[in-house]
């Protein structure tokens, strides 16, 4: 950004400040809101029978806030319909899970043009707009049709499929059109990269240049990866505090002087959690000896918990982990520890750092950002082993993961063993790797990466206003008269 330009982030929700107090992703965006001045927008969170009013603007934490409602339909079709019964499970490959419903995709479209047309009379001439994730994918467009000449951007925070499993939805077409609409758009990793490049070519007919240039749908835009990150140092820190010290004692205590290998995840499909109990029970039968020793501590809080696919999840969990605490425990040991609920950052840097292995296994991930902060928590004079599945964006970071193929439930095991088994000193030098890499490659590294790109790239040619639209000097997006 060269100092005159606005930063507005559009994102599905809109962060309050007191859960972007526990770190992340809203705090790195409400960094760079803060520093130009700009504009956050997005869902409320809250569900009206009536017609949405016009968007709520607050200050919050020195930047604007800017929140709509959505209607119970709404809300049905794009949110529970379209976003989290099309798009998630077929972005993470579970055709099998994906509900292809026209109606589902007619909401969908029409929750995004709201997002348009609330937000662009929020817009100034040379604003830098920043579109987040799945949910709002044809926001671009639509603030296009209305005549936005800003600099547009999108990131995918989750996988892009490859074109034989996206050709499997209807409106594919229609989507990957949408995207051609901002000047920017960023992937997770060189892979999911790669299938949007191949969509490209392949069945759009389009063309990929050697420079990040995408040509399709008649206009070029530029595509990258952006891998993000996490702030390594300040996970670092807060493993360290002294509460999160007292919970990692109690912790070990709790070990009773064996190893702990933790997983953390919410509570989704994607996460490969039934085969990671059944690689844990594979552990115990083919190497005894961690029998009343080495336990599973898995954190899996409830998300989505009013579609079916996630109740059935549940209660699979619930069962096999009940099954495998039923064949193996003593009486003073329970191999499957599985916690259903949520915990502070702290306390979840706290249990990383106590632990020998970090299992992060998920069938597909766009990073899985677990997997970077059990590497940053751990002891640099001892630090624990990642598992980490290949299938996670993550792996083509982090060389110092052992990496497994979730779907090889033996193969895990393996691994696992393979982790407690492993001197001190080959640990040491895989943490040193991968912790280089984090603090490099860190969360504000990523969020500048992002932004300078977007704002290098060329202004769009202004587009013809749409029959019925308000013209661009209505809604404040004719540009600024050059001096």
């Not at 107090?21 to 700009?38: D, K, M, P, T, W």
């Not at 976003?83 to 998630?88: D, E, G, I």
């Not at 949408?178 to 920017?184: E, G, R």
Request: hydrophobic residues 45%; charged residues 25%.
């Amino acid at each position: 950004m060269t100092g005159s330009e606005r930063l507005v982030v559009v994102s599905n929700r809109v962060e309050s400040g007191k859960r972007t107090a526990a770190g992340g992703l809203a705090v790195a965006l409400r960094e760079a809101l803060a520093n130009s001045g700009g504009l956050w927008f997005g869902w409320s969170g809250r569900t009206v029978d009536d017609e949405p009013a016009a968007p709520r603007i607050a200050e919050s934490d020195g930047i604007k806030v800017a929140t709509i409602d959505l209607s119970t339909a709404d809300y049905n079709d794009y949110y529970r319909g379209f976003s989290n019964r099309t798009l998630w499970p077929l972005f993470h490959y579970r055709i099998d899970l994906t509900t292809f419903d026209r109606g589902f995709h007619a909401g969908y479209l029409r929750v995004n043009r709201g997002f348009a047309d609330a937000l662009a009379p929020l817009l100034q001439p040379d604003d830098l707009v920043w579109v987040h994730d799945y949910h709002l994918i044809a926001v671009g467009q639509a603030l296009r049709r209305l005549g936005a000449c800003q600099r547009l951007g999108f990131f995918l925070h989750i996988p892009f499929p490859t074109t034989e499993v996206l050709l499997t939805m209807p409106t594919h077409r229609e989507l990957v059109q949408a995207l051609f609409a901002y000047d920017l758009v960023g992937f997770q990793s060189p892979s999911d990269l790669r299938a949007f490049h191949d969509y490209v070519m392949v069945e759009a007919g389009g063309q990929v240049f050697d420079d990040g240039r995408v040509s399709a749908f008649g206009r070029t835009i530029r595509a990258d990866a952006f891998p993000i990150g996490i702030d390594a140092t300040g996970f670092a820190a807060l493993a360290r505090v002294q509460d999160a010290e007292r919970y990692r004692q109690r912790m070990i205590a709790s070990a009773s002087g064996g190893e702990i290998i933790i997983g953390i995840d919410r509570l989704d499909y994607s996460k490969g959690l039934i085969e990671r109990f059944a690689a844990f029970e594979a552990l115990l039968t083919a190497y005894p000896d961690n029998r009343g020793r080495s336990s599973l501590l898995q954190i899996a809080p409830p998300s989505r918990s009013d579609v079916p696919e996630y109740i059935r999840l549940r209660r699979e969990l619930e069962a096999a982990a009940g099954r495998i605490n039923g064949r193996f425990a003593e009486v003073d040991w329970v191999p499957i520890r599985y916690l259903n609920r949520p915990f502070s950052r702290r306390v979840l840097a706290a249990l990383c750092r106590a632990s020998r292995i970090g299992l992060v296994t998920p069938f597909r991930d766009g990073m899985n950002l677990v997997a970077k902060e059990y590497v940053a928590a751990q002891s640099e004079a001892a630090p624990g082993v990642l598992v980490l599945s290949r299938f996670a964006g993550a792996a083509q970071q982090l060389d110092g993961a052992l990496i497994v193929n979730p779907y090889d439930v033996q193969g895990v095991a393996d691994a696992i063993q393979l982790g407690l088994k492993m001197d001190l000193e080959e640990r040491r030098q895989r943490w040193r790797s991968m912790m280089t890499i984090l603090e490099r490659d860190d969360l504000a590294a990523w969020r500048e990466r992002f932004v300078a790109a977007l704002a290098g790239t060329a202004p769009p040619a202004p587009l013809r206003r749409i029959a019925g639209a308000p013209g661009r000097r209505a809604l404040g997006l004719v540009p600024r008269r050059m001096n």
